[in-house]
């Protein structure tokens, strides 16, 4: 058997992990008064269960047994909201490279079941990379100014 259902269990733990780590990031929001934004990262962190849950039933459906593993402990403090978010980008650009190298792995060793199940992530992390580009963008010109910060909870609570 190859080496890709083994680096999938990998990347169920990986996701299972990015969820830990927004809602850390949604806790912080929570207490610095930002309501919004931390329903946002409540949100993004049940997407990352629905993501490991997705590789779990794959896992599951191809005779392999899913495996959990230890989770690293988040960070709790951020410097800012800005803060929060490029590090979210940041660790959504460490998914798409992970997802990238999935699809490589299942097309060396030509497992096609992998490969098609791997597209669904890929266009998902076009999504998500774009969500939190664009959510950066606009804390960025926000500057830390409190009036744009309070503006932006509300627009953020509506994603
Ligand atoms: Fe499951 Fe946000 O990547």
């Keep these: 058997m190859g080496k890709i259902l083994e680096k999938i269990n ?9 969820g830990y780590i927004y809602l850390s990031m949604a806790a912080y929001l929570k207490d610095r008064g930002f309501d919004g934004m931390s329903g946002f990262m409540h949100k993004q962190a049940h997407e990352e269960y629905e993501h490991a849950m997705k590789m779990y039933g794959f896992l599951t459906s191809v005779g ?3 495996v959990f593993e230890s989770i690293n402990k988040p960070a709790a403090n951020y410097k800012s909201e800005l803060d929060v978010f490029q590090q979210a980008l940041q660790h959504e650009k ?7 190298d999935l699809v490589d792995l299942a097309r060396e060793e030509n ?3 992998a490969e098609i199940f791997l ?3 890929v266009t998902e992390q076009v999504e ?3 969500v ?3 959510l950066v963008l606009k804390l960025e010109r926000a500057d830390g100014k409190f009036s744009a910060l309070y503006l932006l909870d509300g627009i953020i609570a509506g994603k």
């Excluded at 990998?10 to 990015?18: A, H, I």
């Design 128 to 130: 998500e990379e774009d």
């Design 94 to 100: 460490t998914v798409t490279s992970r997802i990238d």
């Design 132 to 134: 939190f580009t664009d």
């Design 10 to 18: 990998e990347q169920m733990n990986f996701e299972l992990e990015s």
């Design 111 to 113: 497992d096609k079941r």
């Design 119 to 121: 597209q669904w992530y």
């Design 64 to 66: 392999k047994l899913p």
